[in-house]
């Protein structure tokens, strides 16, 4: 895919202001933390001289205006910083010999960094975030390191921002990035990647992380807030980064579907006092039609065109729940025969939990709870909350309004969300209560 120098590259449009600046550096960071670090191969190093070329954008920039070539800029300005720190640590007899290998005649120009105008051509291969994402996914960090590492190194949120989303103190959370980048640097993980072979087997981990920040943001698992909106836009963000990249790979546009799916019917989730509403109360009018219409377009494509995945699976559902204009039309043959087929591909205690749903509303809810009683033992499943709740609707839909309320208050209690607590406590309430026996005198 060919990208043109400047604004317009990134799709960002003209730069006119504070805000412009903000997102578009944003948007260029990762791609010139991946080239600084795929030449230097120090990602301390390189994340800090891209730290101060992005803090020198954000004070020129405004007031001058961004540079014809904004990636070129940035590039050239943390590949200076790079140098010089590295000048000062070496020896004299070293210096030129240093400076020579690390800033090439033939592919940086010369000039001071207050004085780059940006003429430097920077091509499209020069772009390494995707690289960089499947850095931040090896295999030999865990999942939480990879998500954090993913979130500040690609998405360019700080470990202030990052703490904040996921309710941990900041010092916990840069101690895990550090611990991330040394264990990169332990075990030698080369950049970029070495064959088409390890990315493919890499791809599964990135998109797993960036399925796992979107549903931290559109679902919160702890806290006062429903959603956080600042990471489901960024997973989103991301993925349709890595679909520009990998444009015929149908997990890839899957993933990016059910994310845009899902995310259109953020607004209509609450109601007026902020309090939750589940799919079959929300106003569809509300969902956001521009984004039902790009997951929708993305999904099918995707159907028609590649092997078929469990994301793309994930996001036929919710297109099928996209396409009902109202709940009682939604068509849950279909449904449960997605969920037939997703627990085919990826087999889990939790695609049993929404399978058990569809089953209700296509068999009954005894033959939903009936297929929910087969994983209450999963140890995967142990104190989780949606056990619960999903048995708290099939006996209210039952007509077990006892057993409901406790299973509601069960799953209430077993929950960190404010949020969900709140609603599950509500409908525990809502419920009729039996009315007691009349003692006659």
């Known amino acids: 895919m060919t990208e043109r120098a ?150 360019g949120l700080t470990t202030t921002e990052i703490a904040g989303a996921f309710l941990v103190p900041e010092a916990t959370m840069a101690q895990r990035i550090v611990r991330a980048k040394q264990r990169i640097r332990a075990v030698g993980i080369p950049f970029p990647l070495p064959a088409d072979a390890d990315r493919q087997r890499r791809l599964a981990a990135v998109l797993q992380v960036l399925y796992l920040i979107f549903n931290e943001g559109y679902a919160a698992r702890s806290g006062t807030q429903l959603h956080r909106a600042d990471l489901t836009a960024e997973a989103i963000r991301l993925a349709r980064r890595l679909h520009r990249q990998l444009p015929g790979d149908g997990e890839v546009a899957g993933l990016l579907a059910l994310m845009l799916l899902t995310d259109a019917r953020r607004a209509a989730r609450t109601d007026a006092h902020g309090g939750l509403l589940p799919l079959a109360e929300q106003d569809r009018a509300r969902w956001d039609a521009e984004q039902l219409r790009q997951g929708i377009d993305l999904v099918s494509a995707a159907l028609a065109d590649s092997p078929v995945g469990p994301y793309q699976v994930q996001a036929a559902i919710a297109a099928v729940h996209a396409e009902a204009r109202h709940v009682d039309e939604t068509d849950w043959p279909q449904i449960l025969a997605l969920y037939e087929l997703l627990q085919r591909l990826a087999p889990s205690p939790l695609v049993t939990l929404n399978q058990a749903v569809a089953v209700a509303m296509v068999d009954g809810p005894q033959a939903g709870l009936a297929l929910l009683q087969t994983v209450a033992g999963d140890p995967h499943l142990a104190g989780h909350h949606r056990l619960a709740a999903v048995r708290a609707h099939l006996l209210e839909m039952a007509g077990e309004p006892d057993a409901a309320r406790a299973a509601y208050q069960q799953a209430a209690l077993a929950t960190h969300s404010v949020p969900e607590r709140h609603y599950l406590l509500t409908r525990a309430t809502r419920l009729p209560t039996p009315t007691p026996p009349s003692h006659r005198p």
């Not at 190093?45 to 070129?72: H, K």
């Open 6 to 155: 400047g604004p317009a590259a990134t799709g960002a449009g003209p730069v006119t202001g504070e805000a412009d600046v903000e997102r578009l550096l944003r948007e260029l960071a990762p791609q010139v933390l991946g080239t600084v670090l795929r030449r230097y191969r120090d990602f301390d190093a390189a994340e800090d001289a891209v730290q101060e070329a992005l803090l020198a954008a954000t004070v020129q920039w405004p007031a001058d205006g961004a540079p014809a070539n904004p990636r070129g800029w940035l590039l050239t300005v943390a590949t200076r910083r790079l140098a010089d720190w590295r000048r000062r640590e070496s020896t004299r007899r070293l210096k030129e010999a240093t400076a020579a290998q690390l800033v090439p005649a033939d592919e940086w120009y010369a000039a001071a960094p207050d004085a780059v105008d940006g003429r430097a051509a920077v091509s499209a291969a020069d772009d390494d975030t995707l690289e960089l994402l499947y850095l931040c996914c090896h295999p030999a960090l865990s999942p939480s390191a990879q998500v954090a590492l993913t979130l500040r190194a690609v998405g």
